[in-house]
C-alpha cells in the first residue's frame, strides 16, 4: 500500500508551489461558459484558459512516461483537454477515467469588499474568485493525484483525463467529443469527477446521485408596444400577471410543490436512509449555511425533508427577467411583454426529454385572454443515480478518507447538475463512479464570493491519489 504520510507531503508540496500559482492565473481569465458569452471564440478567453491548463500538463507529464496531451478541437465547438496516461502493472484495458470542467458561470453581483470575480484573493485558507472551485482546480488535482501516486510505484491502472470547457452550458458539445474520442477513452471501470460537493470540510464526501435539469424561456405577450396604465389598466390584462398564472400551473407559489407526475420519481428507501444519516452528521448546518435575510426560515422544519427537498424533488425558480425595466426608469406604462427564464431541477432518475416536454405543453397550452405564450427549451439534461458501490470501493473509500481527513467517508445527494455523469452512466453500466468536489458550505459557485477552501482540496487531492491505488489493487 502507499506510503501517505509520503503521498499527502508531495500533494501538499504540489499544491503550494504548482497549483495555487496556476489557479491564481486561471481565475483572473473571464473564460465564461458559451452560454453566458455568445462570442467566447472571438474574444479568447477561452482558449487562453485551455493553454494555461494544458502548459501546466505538459510540464508534469515527463514524470509519467508515455503520457500525452491534446486539445481536442472540433468545428463550432468548445474544446477538451484529454490526457492519456499509461497504466503501470495493472492489467491493460483496466482504464479509469477523471473527468473536470473550465468554463465559468458569469460575474454575478454582491460580491464583499475586496473581492472580486476576476482578481484571487486568499482569506483563511480559502482562495477567492470565479472558477477555481468550480471547477478549475480538477484538472490540476486530477494529475496530481496521479503524479503521487506514480511517485510510490505499485499498480495504477491507466488514466484519461478529460477536461471539457461547455459544462456549465449543460455539456451540449460533450457528446460529440465523446464520441469523436471513444476507443481512445476505452471502458472505464472507475469514473472519478471533482465537479461536485461536499456536506463540510471535514471528511471525503461521495455523491450519491445529482438532479436533471430543465431551462428555457417562458414569454407572455399581451401588446404590440407599451401604453399608458390609466388607459390600458383594466381593460389589457398585464403580462406579469399573466406569466404568474401560468407558471403556477407547475409550481404551487404557496408551498414551492410541483406536483405533475412527469416531473417527479419514486425517492429510494436506501436514499431515505442516507438522507438521515446525513441530516444526523450535517445538523441544522444543511440549512444554516444559507445567507438567510434576518428572520428567514427554511422551506421546512425536518433537516431530512429539507436533503430530500434539494435532491429528489422538483424545484422549480424563476432565474432571470426581461422586459421590466429597472425600478428608477420604470413609468405608468403597462408593458407589452414579460419573458422569466425558467428553471427546474428534477429528481435523479426523471427522464428530461420526457418533462421538457411536457413543461412546454403545460406552460404554452390554452394561453389566457389569447396571450402570444410561448416556451423557448435549452437542451434538457437528465440527472444520475450511483450504481450500488463494489466492496472494494466502499472499504476504499472508508480508509482513504480516515486517512487523509482522520474521518469516516459520508454520502450526500446533490442538488446540482452534472449532465455528462448521466451520459457516462448510460454508456458504461459496470463503471464504479466517485463523484465529488470542494463545493462546501458558503463556498457559493454561481453567486458571489466563490471560494476554493484549500485545505480541503489538499486533503480530497490525496484521498483521490489513495483510490486510485486500490483501484489498481483491487483483486
Known sequence: MVETSKLTATVDRTWDDDILPALDAYIRIPNKSPAFDADWAAHGFMDKAVELLADWARKKLPALPGAALEVVRLDGRTPVIFIDIPGSGAPAADTVLLYGHLDKQPEMEGWSEGLDPWTPVMRGGKLYGRGGADDGYAMFASLTAVLALAEQGGPRARCAVLIEACEESGSYDLPAYVEHLKNRIGSPTLI???????????????????????????????????????????????????????????????????????????????????????????????FTEMPFVKGMRPAADDRVELLLNRSWRPQLAVVGAAG????????????????????????????????????????????????????????????????????????????????AFGAPAAMIGEGGSIPFMGMLGRAFPEAQFVITGVLGPAS????????????????????????????????
Open 192 to 286: 472519478v469527477c471533482l465537479d461536485s460537493g461536499c456536506g463540510n470540510y471535514d471528511q471525503l464526501w461521495l455523491t450519491t446521485s445529482l438532479r436533471g435539469l430543465i431551462a428555457g424561456l417562458l414569454t407572455v405577450e399581451v401588446l404590440e408596444n407599451g401604453v399608458h396604465s390609466g388607459l390600458a389598466s383594466g381593460i389589457v390584462p398585464d403580462s406579469f400577471r399573466l406569466a404568474r398564472q401560468i407558471v403556477s400551473r407547475v409550481e404551487d407559489e404557496r408551498t414551492g410543490l410541483v406536483a405533475e407526475p412527469a416531473f417527479n420519481a419514486a425517492i429510494p428507501e436506501g436514499r431515505v436512509a442516507q438522507a438521515r444519516q446525513t441530516a444526523d452528521i450535517l445538523g441544522d448546518t444543511v
Open 444 to 475: 457559493n459557485a454561481h453567486g458571489p464570493d466563490e471560494f476554493l477552501h484549500v485545505p480541503f482540496a489538499k486533503k480530497l487531492t490525496a484521498a483521490i491519489s489513495m483510490l486510485l491505488d486500490a483501484h489498481g489493487r483491487r483483486s
Open 324 to 403: 421590466l425595466p429597472a425600478p428608477a426608469q420604470a413609468g405608468n406604462v403597462l408593458r407589452p411583454r414579460t419573458s422569466l427564464k425558467l428553471s427546474l431541477r428534477l429528481p435523479p432518475t426523471t427522464d428530461a426529454d420526457a418533462a421538457s416536454a411536457r413543461l412546454k405543453a403545460l406552460l404554452e397550452a390554452d394561453p389566457p385572454y389569447g396571450a402570444h405564450v410561448r416556451f423557448e427549451l435549452e437542451t434538457p439534461g437528465s440527472g444520475w443515480e450511483s450504481p450500488p458501490l463494489a466492496p472494494w470501493l466502499e472499504q476504499a473509500l472508508e480508509q482513504a478518507s480516515g486517512a
